[in-house]
T-cell receptor
Framework: KAGVTQTPRYLIKTRGQQVTLSCSPI?????VSWYQQTPGQGLQFLFEYFSETQRNKGNFPGRFSGRQFSNSRSEMNVSTLELGDSALYLCASSSIGLAGGRSYNEQFFGPGTRLTVL | AQTVTQSQPEMSVQEAETVTLSCTYDTSESDYYLFWYKQPPSRQMILVIR??????QNATENRFSVNFQKAAKSFSLKISDSQLGDAAMYFCAYRSGDPNAGKSTFGDGTTLTVKP
């Protein structure tokens, strides 16, 4: 199976612009989560989509939004970019598997999109 | 809310030696999973090892093993016979046992240097 793919891999924007990042999950995975990784804040959870619905949300301002399509591909959008939005944005897809008779949920990460805001 | 703490920002080890990375966590849940991820300079997060909280036996994957102390809420990673390719940032992560929980909580990471 192909892994999680993210496009673009690198992006440079200026303050005030908006940006859209894309994530294609592993085939068959219905859950897609987004994380922001910065040197100062570490890995922070943005939101999770499952079957086209936002199921979980982190503590980020409304400028950060996302959506999921019927094929499970997901996009996240950041409007009115700020310098502090410069980060590596990681997408992870997951599915429910079985181990020892119990279900578990394991995430597989994409390579990330490096966003630089000037 | 769950928290994950990695108290060692940086660690170094001689090639072929053993190193242990520390992680503690806090949760009120009884059903959860713990993970160690490796993030090399390429930035691709790679799952190293998983531990189910309901299992008393420590997980092992080749040269990687964990010491899971549930009562102490401690979850350390031991890397044996360290190799140059092990150099990376390592993250400890917590995930609820609820399959509908879409979030993992990560520690701040430990940068591991392997000296030849």
């Amino acid at each position: 199976k192909a892994g999680v793919t993210q496009t673009p891999r690198y992006l440079i924007k200026t303050r005030g612009q908006q940006v859209t990042l894309s994530c294609s999950p592993i085939s068959g995975h219905r859950s897609v989560s987004w994380y922001q990784q910065t040197p100062g804040q570490g890995l922070q959870f943005l939101f999770e989509y499952f079957s086209e619905t936002q199921r979980n949300k982190g503590n980020f301002p409304g400028r950060f939004s996302g959506r999921q399509f019927s094929n499970s591909r997901s996009e996240m959008n950041v409007s009115t970019l700020e310098l502090g939005d410069s980060a590596l944005y990681l997408c992870a897809s997951s599915s429910i598997g079985l181990a020892g008779g119990r279900s578990y949920n394991e995430q597989f990460f994409g390579p990330g999109t490096r966003l630089t805001v000037l | 809310a769950q928290t994950v703490t990695q108290s060692q920002p940086e660690m170094s080890v001689q090639e072929a030696e053993t190193v242990t990375l520390s992680c503690t966590y806090d949760t009120s849940e009884s059903d959860y999973y713990l993970f160690w991820y490796k993030q090399p300079p390429s930035r691709q997060m790679i799952l190293v090892i998983r531990q189910e909280a309901y299992k008393q036996q420590n997980a092992t994957e080749n040269r990687f093993s964990v010491n899971f102390q549930k009562a102490a809420k401690s979850f350390s990673l031991k890397i044996s016979d360290s190799q140059l390719g092990d150099a990376a940032m390592y993250f400890c992560a917590y995930r609820s046992g609820d399959p509908n929980a879409g979030k993992s909580t990560f520690g701040d990471g430990t940068t591991l240097t392997v000296k030849p």
